[in-house]
């Protein structure tokens, strides 16, 4: 009983001085002028030069049993994460679902600011190297986009990174904090 | 004298190809990749020279086999037998991958009958024989044996329905099939009777050929290993064919054999 209560300051402090790095990114999802709009399915993930994938950050899909909008059927919405095509053979094909700290619902349109911190789920532990930070968004009768931003860990000094999604992501920002 | 008779006949077996492979025969399945935790599939399968429309023949799926992760499929549902095409509906339900196809086996003879006239006949191990008229001369039968099939994932890829069994020509992959990609690499092995078929002609020709003036085909050679390797030039469906004959035949009857290997393969955009 004695120990545990020691212990857990202990590893606090622990892990914050070894490092507290984060990222903090923020992923637009941009206003469609189309007849027919569903929230896209969105994966967030840092990716190895190899492409083998460091961590699975963010997959934003409908989760419950739905139903069908035409048919009517209901329908599991991992029924599509395959559309999140490279998302589905990095990593989501290995994974069983949904992912603890990972799954989320679709969101709507606009800015959606997500914190990412050393030694916590869903990041964890990023030995040093470069990496690749991907977002991968598919749209029900939409289109499909990947935005890359590559950066090295641990980040010496506080960086700012960005790009401009053209037809299912907005502007992506990637704020690196040693 | 004899001999050199003989030779022409083997000659004029050659060249008259098998009229069954005459045409291009595909199985093309609903989907190839699902991530979904059970899923039904539907394929359609065709005979024809186009690729993959419906304008010939249907494939017959009468012996439509299904291997999963854990052995045979029995859900196989609707199947149908149209002018154009077959189709048949799969239901998956564990994870990994399947193997989807139908294998035929037949013998076909060649014979100079009691006229002189040169003539064929196909049929089975059992009535072979009543086939060839009585008192044909320079019988020769080949065993024909032909794989047509694809491959189908759901959830987590696996290696399981790719286990060789040393019979016949087998595609054994080392890229998974359903793993493919626009731009990148695939490596793919065929063994001929358990052992690699090395130089073995191998051809892939890109799906939608009503909408280009150029068949597109690439022509591959195995290696030593069996093995070949295709960089897919852009997404969609690709055809892919190898023929070869040799080998032992497993019908004592049989002096020859031909055995080819045909599937359809999904490549997405990266």
Same mark, same amino acid.
């Given at each position: 009983?004695?120990?545990?209560?020691?212990?857990?300051?202990?590893?606090?402090?622990?892990?914050?001085?070894?490092?507290?790095a984060s990222i903090d990114l923020t992923v637009g999802i941009p206003q469609l002028d189309v007849?027919?709009y569903h929230r896209p399915y969105v994966a967030i993930w840092i990716e190895?030069?190899?492409?083998?994938?460091?961590a699975d950050l963010a997959v934003w899909y409908?989760?419950?049993?739905?139903?069908?909008?035409?048919?009517?059927?209901?329908?599991?919405?991992?029924?599509?994460?395959?559309d999140l095509r490279q998302w589905?053979?990095?990593?989501?094909?290995?994974?069983?679902?949904?992912?603890?700290?990972v799954?989320g619902a679709t969101r709507p349109v606009g800015e959606h600011r997500l914190r990412f911190e050393?030694?916590?789920?869903p990041l964890?532990?990023?030995?040093?190297?470069h990496y690749t930070l991907v977002v991968e968004a598919a749209r029900e009768?939409g289109g499909r986009e990947v935005l890359s931003v590559p950066f090295d860990w641990?980040p010496?000094s506080p960086q700012h990174l960005q790009a401009q999604g053209k037809s299912e992501l907005g502007a992506l920002r990637v704020d690196l904090d040693? | 004298?004899?001999?050199?008779?003989?030779?022409?006949? %083997?000659? %004029?077996?050659?060249? !008259?190809?098998?009229?069954? %492979?005459?045409?291009?025969?595909?199985?093309?399945?609903?989907?190839?990749?699902?991530?979904?935790?059970?899923?039904? !599939?539907?394929?359609?399968?065709?005979?024809?020279?186009?690729?993959?429309?419906?304008?010939?023949?249907?494939?017959?799926?009468?012996? %439509?086999?299904?291997?999963?992760?854990?052995? /045979?499929?029995?859900?196989?549902?609707?199947?149908?037998?149209?002018?154009?095409?077959?189709?048949?509906?799969?239901?998956?339900?564990?994870?990994?991958?399947?193997?989807?196809?139908?294998?035929?086996?037949?013998?076909?003879?060649?014979?100079?009958?009691?006229?002189?006239?040169?003539?064929?006949?196909?049929?089975?191990?059992?009535?072979?024989?009543?086939?060839?008229?009585?008192?044909?001369?320079?019988?020769?039968?080949?065993?024909?044996?032909?794989?047509?099939?694809?491959?189908?994932?759901?959830?987590?890829?696996?290696?399981?329905?790719?286990?060789?069994?040393?019979?016949?020509?087998?595609?054994?992959?080392?890229?998974?099939?359903?793993?493919?990609?626009?731009?990148?690499?695939?490596?793919?092995?065929?063994?001929?009777?358990?052992?690699?078929?090395?130089?073995?002609?191998?051809?892939?020709?890109?799906?939608?050929?009503? /909408?280009?003036?150029?068949?597109?085909?690439?022509?591959?050679?195995?290696?030593?290993?069996?093995?070949?390797?295709?960089?897919?030039?852009?997404?969609?469906? /690709?055809?892919?064919?190898?023929?070869?004959?040799?080998?032992?035949?497993?019908?004592?009857?049989?002096?020859?054999?031909?055995?080819?290997?045909?599937?359809?393969?999904?490549?997405?955009?990266q």
């Open positions: 009983m004695r120990v545990r209560f020691l212990a857990a300051p202990l590893i606090a402090v622990a892990a914050a001085s070894a490092s507290a007849s027919e190895r030069p190899d492409r083998s994938v460091a409908q989760q419950k049993e739905g139903k069908d909008a035409k048919s009517g059927k209901q329908e599991s919405g991992s029924k599509w994460l395959a589905w053979r990095r990593s989501g094909r290995d994974k069983s679902l949904p992912i603890d700290g799954s050393t030694g916590k789920a964890g532990e990023l030995a040093p190297g009768v641990p010496a040693p | 004298m004899k001999n050199t008779f003989k030779w022409a006949a %083997l000659a %004029l077996a050659a060249t !008259i190809s098998l009229p069954a %492979l005459a045409h291009k025969a595909f199985i093309v399945p609903s989907s190839t990749v699902l991530s979904d935790e059970e899923a039904w !599939i539907t394929l359609d399968a065709a005979a024809g020279n186009d690729l993959f429309y419906f304008n010939h023949r249907p494939l017959n799926l009468e012996h %439509l086999a299904v291997r999963g992760p854990e052995g /045979y499929v029995q859900e196989i549902d609707n199947r149908a037998e149209g002018k154009l095409r077959a189709s048949a509906d799969v239901h998956l339900t564990k994870p990994g991958t399947y193997r989807i196809g139908t294998s035929m086996e037949g013998l076909f003879a060649f014979f100079v009958d009691a006229e002189g006239k040169r003539g064929r006949a196909r049929g089975t191990p059992e009535n072979i024989d009543k086939q060839i008229p009585a008192g044909a001369k320079d019988v020769r039968i080949t065993q024909t044996q032909s794989i047509v099939e694809t491959y189908v994932t759901l959830g987590k890829p696996d290696a399981s329905v790719f286990a060789p069994t040393g019979k016949g020509l087998e595609f054994v992959p080392v890229t998974h099939p359903n793993d493919l990609f626009a731009g990148e690499p695939a490596k793919f092995r065929f063994l001929l009777d358990g052992k690699p078929a090395k130089d073995l002609e191998v051809t892939v020709i890109p799906g939608a050929t009503r /909408y280009r003036n150029a068949q597109d085909e690439i022509k591959l050679k195995t290696d030593a290993a069996g093995e070949f390797s295709v960089t897919w030039p852009a997404a969609g469906m /690709y055809w892919m064919n190898a023929s070869v004959e040799g080998g032992k035949p497993s019908v004592a009857k049989a002096q020859a054999r031909r055995a080819s290997y045909t599937a359809t393969f999904e490549v997405l955009p």
